[in-house]
């Protein structure tokens, strides 16, 4: 058991370590084939009227100079055992896991992925619970109403989910219900800590929205999942033993039948915790995906880093977890050390 | 050059898609069109004048400040606003429009005095100047802090470097140096109230430079080099509230060491200063318009959706709206490299400007440019048209004579370069594309990421070269209002760079050049405008700009707003003076 | 016991299911009844309508599409008009059922105890828990699963597939039902644990008063355990009546044919054989194509000495096994130490129930495994570490016939391909040669040349079997080894599939190793039998002589253990299998 | 997604079905059709799969067909309409002919984007250029990228999925591992930094043919794993069949093998994942047009559209809608094609 946990780490490390390296070969190898010199890149983060020796400093002082896999190392070993940045003359302790100063604004990059996190968790706790218990329940009930009218309802919405890009609903979504209409207001986040009522009200839209997407799909997944399972010998035993047919759906099916989403939800959360970037993007929401975008497109490196890094640990973890309650949830699984 | 939002605010614009049409700025001359003229009281005089002091003062903007360390920021808007906690050497009179250009002091005792060959310039300090800590104001650290603004190794990379280009001075790092003052000799200090600048060159503009916010006063122990801006050592009316969170917010509140009879300048109404950081543009212009805020920031207007509220209910807004100049020329540069100047010419007369003109909005978009300099700038001549045509469709007969000069009669294949998330530019350069076509010239567009656009693509001589880079769409706003504070950098031929080039065109002409340097050696302003004239001519000439438009801004003017006026120094509301009326 | 009014009755029940192809009728005009603690046999090819009929008996068609007429009566409550409650206080309760696959029958999510309380409590409300669990470990206990107060909070997967069916049975218990209703309860299992299974049935019908019916394809399963029969065929009931009668005496031509097919242990090779040629003469007398009996090769098999065909020497094979506490694997030894000599013309039965390694022993010796351990030598050339290449020609001499001719066809393959693929493997580059071979050997294993481009899926299992045959002969191997060719299929046809091996063998002079669980089978087509038992040959010999007195304890467990179409010979089995285990109940 | 599980039909077929395929052990008359026709046959039934098959179709035809439909309406998708625009708002005017001012400063717009007989779909806020045939060009785009990515999604998935099946082994579990990782990519960072980072003329390539390349090659290059799980799974369970051991009795090599006996049985699930993936591939290209990193102007592609339809979606709604329906219907198309084509081909639904 730990054994295996220990493995999966050592995984977990090394598919984090595998993103950290193609993050800097896209950052730091191809700009060098595309034929940007280290100058050019310094050229980002000096402001406007770069003087050549202001360039060489900023080359220098961000080491764009060194080799990738030199740069690589420093951004690992700070990773792991914290590092010393210089500004002006004062020297300042950052302690591991140390993922460095912002090249544009200089702000320390860890503070800033935790003083977004809030944002971008609330909104995929919030769109993770509604999707689940939404799209599980439509599937069960369409699964057991297999042919009803509901079902074909339920169906077709889940494909129309499915089809809608959020960019798109999220824009419906605010030019009706919030500008045309009026129904909310101009979504303004706000710590649920500061004032759960325009926490709420503010995430509301962005949930739906993400929700909507994932919902459908867990309802054709659920949905699915029910049919096979309810033509499983053991389900007929169950009808054999004369339980009543709730019992049959909600004892006997439902279990196996929610075992395979829980693979799926794994993985999903894992990602929209990482940052949901259409989502954040749509409503303005300062969370980690619209952080990753600005820093992508200031090539802020260290924050590029730090959010990879981020959505890279989201997913090892909630996988991890998963795999762990997977016994739990169907005790044919063991976890072979 | 300042840039203010043109060059920077296009970090919020990717940061935040409904600020995707930003920088749009648009318009109203002061009068400017007559059915705008309504609505334009506060880019003529002060709207709701008032001595009342307290109440909170909220800032939003959708993008960042580059930095809140006064040595090192660049925007407009940033220049503005850190006068609330950083005091400068020289300042612009606070009066509404074109009254404002002219100098006033602020920490200075009085005006500087230049040698006879304007290489040499002298200034005062008033004495008794506190910092929030009750520390004295001197000159030394006046001294430092231009020091550390300009010779810095990269380590304040944003603001300007007009000290380090005109001071007779050995390039060196304070912060590597062991001892900087020392090692400074391009600024004396005789004594704690007196700064004497030493030029490599005459400089008649110098004044200019020390209203920049690098003439704020920074103790050398207070320096923390790029940290420096999370919390500035005030020396103005108003201090830090904890510190500055980028991306965040910046809140301020009285500095109890601020002397009101030594400054000038500022009324300093409000108690309390807030700035909400990377708000969607959208939500700015609403909230401010349902009075729960009071100020965009970045004053550059209002977001298009808004704008195009506002233009079709004039009735319900019009007494709130300003419609000024924002003291920007929109242009396309016909880079020199990789065009003949006949060919640069014919894409002048081909093009289309009343078509580019609508693309930027029409009349409260901006006017349409023929020239280069202005309309606020001496020495600019709106009316001179060297490319004229028929309602402005462009000329295609003489475009045709042109190719045949530059021997592409068949017309010729370029790209055009665009900088990402600019509407307006992109407008510009489709609309550009569909009248050259007219002379067979075609125009491939490329887009490319706004915050590397002049140090890697655009302004990059190599890249300019091996693409093939004949156009590229841009903006430009004076770092002052003058001739050499808004075209020196882009069109003399010494301020062409390798990368990070703003002379994008790369026009490099013999005469242009000379005339600037006459210029830095004129005393009388008149004389000097004079000269700025015939470099504007010269530089249509060569075809090395299509102007497109000077644009307006639209600005939402809050009921609750006190002592609000346009400041042409600024191209937005002169921050100090706002005060609040929550009455 | 004296038949008193009946506890289930069914007056002409007609099940019809539509499909996308049309209604098919299931079950057409069934009628029977069972008295208390009476017994009755359902017996049926697949396509019977058997299945169909005891779902229904439990109202289980409900929710399906199947559309029923006729009467139903279970314990006086009648199923076809009975509401959804009506029916669940019914299912478990009066009837209870065993189902086919043990393996797939019980919840894999929940411990045994979890359901079978559950089974009892749907009931029995009242009871409360710790009542019911005792209940149930009595259940368990009853249907001989060995400590059953602790294996009761073990899950499903925790059991052998004959556990499991016990489980499953206490499950049926739980409720005392009037009826038990078994369709197909064996069919999954070997022959010693369904033997082991039948016998808990037989007694648990007699002590518990219980009616059984026990739905089969299988007579031999039926004839000792029940006293009524109905034969079934295509949804009809073509034989009715007490079981001796219908054995010794049936009426209905397809019944006879039936019973005719169903190999007997106690008939011999040289009988089988001998019966065969006859038939076969008789056949081509009228068909007027007589082959000269002494044409036939391998009349006799080669005289033993002489140069065996095949020399298998010792030869094992070791898998790793992951698992055990940190998932350190061991190995697993599923064949260990099997020798023997094989030679021309002969035939060579291997005998043993599953996991006794035949299998993996037949594919040593076609060296699609590479023995971990001694020699495999064909026709005097060592094979046994041969590279693939080099194997290649000799692929050519020996061949094989895989036991699930649904899986052994590539569904995505016409026929034609699938048995020419060999001649092209082979080298053989004449696409119209190929086809016209291809077309010879299909009509010569009962099949029509039309059918070469067409799919599998178009073809039932006995024509898929011959198929399969011929692709195994279109190289004119020297050996064929069969692995289980018949098991999949349904008496007749299994019957009709024996007959043709044996006309081949005789035809092409072929020698065979017969791989099987059925012992029957085993013997009528073996001149030698192997049994094997945990990887390791416990007996090796001539058929006869095996059958007549077996040597090995395990083979004579599995002789008691073969079903047996005589009534009074099975009871009397049985008996000796009930006397057995007290002996080895007692010496344990 | 879980595998289209190929019934592995067992040897005791449950009754119903082998009653309905034939009359059991039906000599000589088996039925001859192959599945793909039994599958064909069972979609023709299906009505809402034919529609959108034929909708994907019509599409397809639009794409391709863009340029001649534009000329047929004389609108080219790049050609400005000022004239028809009211510069202020950037809004087609209400009344083209009449642009005097009303209420102070400028004419009457019309906020539902000047929709007219010309114009079907009506005009591009401030250049009015006519949306129908934006739309039109743009299914180009979407298309194109959607199917390159998908053919390469297929190429790399299925190569990769069958070896890993098929060898087993280490090279399967190195296989498995990179799909994880490459699952784990936050694949749209990385599709916007690659966007903007690589270089012109990169292979041999230049502007919207560069960056369609990029596009394909990112989305195609990042989805493989879908593809190859669904081909993995399968071959494990191909290679555990008899009939895989058949063939190697006769003698035949791993290529024979992989080729002709393998592959065959994986064309249908394939087939169907890829009508599964072109939908997903659509979105994800829009998605990346919408983030500004997809092709060059003035090429019409629906997500820039959509992008560009934010900065007026307030006060011009239509111009979110038009671009958003058209992703939306051939996103839905597909889907729905992709359902029935599984349906079809599944032998377990037999209604």
């Known amino acids: 058991m730990l054994n295996y946990i220990l493995r999966r780490l050592g995984a977990g490390l090394l598919l984090l370590a595998v993103v950290t390296a193609v993050t800097f070969w896209i950052f730091y190898v191809l700009p060098k084939w595309a034929g940007v010199t280290p100058r050019g890149m310094a050229a980002m983060y000096v402001g406007k009227a770069p003087t050549p020796e202001a360039l060489d400093a900023t080359v220098e002082r961000l080491g764009l100079d060194q080799p990738v896999i030199v740069q690589f190392f420093d951004f690992i070993r700070s990773l792991v055992f914290g590092d010393q940045f210089q500004f002006g003359r004062e020297t300042v302790e950052c302690a591991a896991p140390c993922l460095g100063y912002s090249f544009t604004t200089n702000s320390p990059v860890l503070e800033q992925l935790l003083a977004r996190l809030p944002i971008t968790v609330s909104l995929a706790l919030g769109a993770a619970v509604i999707w689940l218990i939404g799209g599980v329940a439509v599937g069960v009930l369409s699964a057991v109403k297999r042919g009803s009218v509901f079902d074909r309802l339920a169906m077709g919405t889940a494909l129309v989910g499915v089809s809608l890009p959020i960019y798109f609903t999220g824009l419906l979504a605010l030019a ?90 794994g993985l999903d959360l894992g990602l929209v915790l990482g940052g949901a970037i259409l989502t954040e993007k749509v409503f303005s929401l300062k969370g980690v995906g619209a952080y990753a975008i600005d820093a992508i497109i200031g090539k802020d490196l260290p924050v590029v880093l730090g959010v990879t890094l981020l959505g890279a640990v989201f997913i090892v973890v909630c996988n991890l977890v998963v795999d762990l309650l997977y016994p739990l949830v169907d005790p044919r699984v063991r976890i072979a050390g | 050059m300042r840039k203010r939002t043109l060059g920077f605010v296009a970090l919020g614009a990717a940061a935040s898609i409904f600020l995707a049409a930003c920088g749009s700025g648009d318009s109203g001359e002061n009068g400017g069109s007559d059915a705008a003229a309504a609505f334009d009281a506060g880019s003529t005089g002060v709207v709701n004048p008032s001595e009342e002091t307290g109440g909170t003062l909220r800032y939003a903007i959708s993008s960042d400040f580059d930095s809140t360390d006064p040595g090192d920021t660049y925007y407009g ?261 990789n065009l003949e100047t006949a060919c640069r010419q014919a894409i002048a007369f081909a093009a289309d400007r009343d078509s580019l003109h609508r693309a930027w909005g029409g009349d409260t978009g901006g006017d349409l440019a023929t020239n280069l300099l202005p309309p606020t700038i001496p020495g600019s001549d709106p009316e001179s048209d060297l490319y004229p045509s028929e309602d402005n469709k462009g000329d295609l007969e003489a475009a045709q004579d042109k190719l045949d000069e530059c021997g592409e009669s068949d017309g010729f294949k370029t790209v055009i370069a665009v900088r990402d998330g600019r509407p307006n530019d992109l407008a510009t350069a489709e609309s550009l594309q569909e009248s050259l076509k007219r002379v067979n010239i075609e125009l491939e567009i490329k887009t490319f990421p706004a915050e590397d656009f002049f140090a890697q693509y655009a302004g990059s001589q190599d890249y300019v070269r091996e693409n093939n880079i004949g156009l590229s769409v841009s903006g430009w706003i004076p770092d002052w209002a003058s001739g050499y504070g808004f075209g020196y950098k882009i069109t003399s031929g010494d301020a062409i760079q390798a990368t990070g080039n703003y002379n994008t065109s790369e026009l490099d002409d013999q005469e242009v050049n000379a005339l600037w340097d006459e210029a830095l050696t004129t005393e009388d302003p008149d004389e000097r405008a004079e000269i700025y004239a015939q470099i504007d001519t010269l530089v249509i000439e060569q075809a090395a700009i299509l102007p497109v438009v000077f644009d307006r801004a639209m600005f939402y003017r809050s009921d609750e707003l006190t002592n609000v006026y346009y400041t042409s120094s600024y191209a937005m509301y002169d921050y100090m003076a706002l005060g609040v009326n929550r009455g | 016991m004296a038949p008193t009014e009946p506890v289930v009755r069914v007056d002409d029940l007609r099940v019809t299911f539509p499909t996308m192809d049309g209604d098919v009728q299931a079950v057409n005009g069934l009628s029977f009844e069972v008295p208390a603690g009476g017994a009755l046999g359902i017996v049926g090819e697949s396509g019977s309508g058997k299945s169909v009929t005891s779902l229904a008996l439990m109202g289980l068609h409900r929710g399906s599409r199947a559309r029923i007429t006729g009467a139903i009566e279970v314990a006086g409550q009648d199923v076809v008009s009975a509401t959804d409650r009506q029916l669940r206080a019914m299912r478990g309760n009066d009837i209870a059922m065993v189902f086919q696959d043990p393996m797939q029958s019980l919840h894999p999510q929940y411990t045994i105890g979890n359901q079978l309380v559950e089974a009892h409590r749907v009931h029995h409300p009242k009871t409360s828990k710790a009542q019911a669990r005792n209940h149930a470990v009595g259940a368990l206990d009853r ?207 291997i005998v043993g129930e599953s996991g006794s390694g035949k299998s993996t022993l037949s594919r040593m010796i076609m060296r699609l495994l590479e023995p971990t351990r001694g020699r495999v030598v064909f026709e005097g050339q060592d094979i046994t570490h041969m590279s693939e290449r080099a194997l290649r020609p000799l692929r050519r001499d020996v061949q094989m016939v895989f036991q699930n001719p649904y899986s052994s066809l590539n569904p995505r393959v016409t026929v034609g391909d699938a048995v020419g693929t060999a001649l092209r493997v082979q080298g053989e580059r004449d696409t119209k040669k190929i086809k016209l071979q291809v077309q010879e050997l299909l009509e010569r294993v009962g099949l029509q040349p039309n059918h070469y481009n067409r799919f599998p899926h178009a073809f039932s299992g006995g024509q898929r079997q011959r198929i399969a045959i011929a692709r195994a002969l279109i190289l004119k191997p020297k050996l064929i080894i069969c692995d289980e060719p018949v098991s999949a299929l349904d008496v007749s046809t299994q019957d009709q599939v024996l007959r043709l091996l044996s006309e081949l063998q005789d035809d092409f002079g072929l020698t065979y190793i017969f791989v099987a669980h059925d012992l029957a089978v085993v013997r009528q087509v073996s001149d030698r039998v192997a049994v094997m038992r945990k990887g390791e040959v416990v007996e090796l010999g001539d058929s006869d002589a095996i059958y007549e007195n077996p040597q090995s304890d395990y083979t004579r467990q599995l002789l008691t253990a073969a079903p047996l179409l005589d009534p009074d010979e099975a009871r009397s089995q049985r008996a000796e299998r009930e006397a057995l285990r007290a002996e080895a109940a007692r010496t344990a | 997604m879980s595998a289209p599980s190929h019934a592995p039909e067992s040897a005791e077929q449950p009754e119903a079905a082998a009653a309905a395929a034939k009359v059991p052990g039906g000599r000589g008359d088996a039925d001859s059709r192959s599945l793909r026709q039994i599958a064909w046959q069972r979609l023709r039934k299906d009505k809402v799969a034919m529609v959108s098959g034929v909708i994907v179709v019509l599409l397809i035809l639009a794409a391709i067909f863009a340029p001649l439909l534009a000329k047929w309406l004389g609108q080219p998708p790049t050609q400005f309409n000022q004239d028809l625009i009211e510069p202020n708002t950037g809004l087609p005017y209400a009344d083209p002919n009449n642009t005097e001012p009303v209420g102070g400063l400028i004419p009457e717009v019309d906020n539902w984007g000047g929709i007219s007989g010309d114009h079907l779909l009506g005009l591009e806020p401030k250049t009015g250029r006519d949306l129908f045939s934006r739309i039109v060009y743009g299914a180009q785009i979407s298309l194109l990228v959607a199917f390159l990515s998908t053919l390469l999604c297929v190429a790399l998935g299925t190569l990769l999925g069958i070896i890993a099946g098929y060898k087993g082994g280490w090279v399967d579990t190195v296989i498995s591992r990179a799909m994880d990782i490459f699952l784990a990519f936050p694949l749209m960072l990385f599709a916007i930094a690659l966007v903007g980072v690589i270089p012109n003329g990169f292979i041999g390539l230049e502007g919207n043919g560069l960056r369609i390349a990029v596009i394909v090659f990112i989305i195609g290059f990042f989805n493989w794993p879908y593809i190859a799980r669904i081909v993995r799974g399968q071959t494990l369970s191909l290679r555990e069949r008899e009939f895989v051991e058949a063939a190697r009795s006769l003698g035949a090599s791993n290529r024979h093998i992989l080729f002709k006996e393998i592959l065959p049985n994986l064309i249908t699930p394939i087939l169907v994942y890829s009508t599964l993936l072109i939908p997903t591939n659509i979105l994800f290209e829009a998605a990346l047009s919408f983030l500004g990193v997809g092709i060059n102007p003035p090429t019409p592609s629906w997500g820039k559209m959509l992008s560009e339809a934010v900065a007026h979606y307030s006060t011009a709604p239509y111009f979110i809608i038009f671009p958003g329906l058209a992703i939306f219907v051939t996103v839905l198309a597909f889907n729905l094609f992709g359902d029935g084509l599984r349906d079809a081909f599944d032998p377990k639904t037999s209604d």
């Open chain 1, 176 to 265: 009706f219900i919030v500008h045309e209409w009026k129904v909310l207001p101009v979504p303004r986040y706000a710590p649920l800590t500061e004032n759960p009522g325009a926490w709420f009200t503010a995430m509301l839209l962005p949930w739906i929205t993400l929700a909507f997407l994932h919902a459908a799909q867990y309802a054709r997944q659920t949905r699915a999942g029910m049919l096979e399972v309810l033509s499983e010998d053991y389900i007929r035993t169950a009808r054999a033993k004369g339980l009543s047919e709730r019992k049959v759906i909600f004892k006997h099916a439902l279990r196996p039948a929610l075992t395979p989403i829980l693979t799926i939800f």
């Open chain 2, 77 to 337: 808007f940033s220049w503005n606003f850190t006068r609330y906690y950083a005091r400068t050497l020289l300042a612009f009179t606070p009066a509404p429009a074109e009254a404002s250009t002219e100098l006033t002091t602020d920490l200075a005792a009085g005006m500087p005095e230049p040698n006879d060959d304007f290489t040499q310039w002298t200034v005062k300090i008033q004495e008794g100047l506190k910092y929030e800590d009750g520390t004295e104001i001197t000159a030394q650290d006046i001294k430092y802090a231009i020091a550390r603004s300009n010779y810095n190794g990269g380590e304040l990379p944003n603001g300007p470097r007009y000290f380090e280009s005109s001071l007779d001075q050995e390039p060196f790092n304070v912060y590597e140096s062991s001892d900087p003052m020392e090692e400074f000799t391009a600024i004396e200090t005789p004594d704690d109230y007196t700064l004497v600048f030493n030029l490599k060159e005459s400089f008649s503009e110098f004044p200019y430079v020390l209203t920049q916010p690098q003439t704020a006063p920074v103790p050398e122990e207070a320096d923390r080099g790029a940290l420096y801006k999370e919390n500035v050592l005030s020396s103005g009316p108003y201090k830090f509230e904890g510190q500055y969170e980028p991306g965040v917010k910046l809140d301020l509140v009285r500095n109890e060491n601020w002397d009101g009879a030594t400054d000038p300048i500022r009324p300093a109404l409000p108690d309390e200063v807030t700035v909400e950081i990377g708000v969607a543009q959208e939500e700015i212009d609403q909230r401010i318009v349902n009075g729960e805020l009071d100020v965009d920031l970045s004053g550059v207007g209002v977001g298009p959706t808004m704008k195009s509220q506002f233009l079709q209910d004039l009735e319900s807004y019009e007494t709130n709206l300003d419609n000024p100049l924002s003291g920007a020329l929109r242009y396309v540069n016909i880079h020199t490299p």
């Open chain 3, 143 to 349: 249907v001989g699963i060995p400590d059953p107060a602790n294996r009761i909070n073990s899950y499903p997967h925790e059991f052998s597939g004959g556990m499991r069916q016990r489980v499953v049975i206490a499950m049926g218990l739980m409720c005392d039902p009037k009826v038990l209703l078994a369709d197909e309860p064996t069919t999954a299992l070997d022959v010693t644990v369904q033997a082991r299974i039948l016998d808990l049935l037989d007694e648990l019908r007699r002590d518990l008063g219980m009616a059984l019916i026990l739905v089969s394809h299988d007579l031999a399963v039926v004839a000792g355990s029940v006293d009524e029969v109905v034969v079934m065929r295509h949804g009809v009931a073509v034989e009715r009546g007490d079981v001796r009668t219908v054995l010794s005496a049936p009426e209905h031509p397809y019944t006879q044919a039936l019973l005719a097919a169903v190999p007997r242990v106690e008939v011999s090779r040289a009988q089988r054989r001998a019966q065969d040629r006859s038939d076969r003469l008789d056949k081509e007398k009228r068909e007027g194509t007589v082959t000269d009996p002494a044409k036939f090769e391998a009349f006799t098999p080669a005289p033993a000495g002489g140069e065996p065909l095949l020399k298998v020497e010792d030869v094992a094979q070791s898998f790793k096994v992951r698992g055990g506490v940190l998932g350190r694997s061991t190995d697993f030894w599923a064949v260990n130490g099997v020798s023997f000599d094989l030679y021309k013309g002969e035939t060579l039965g």
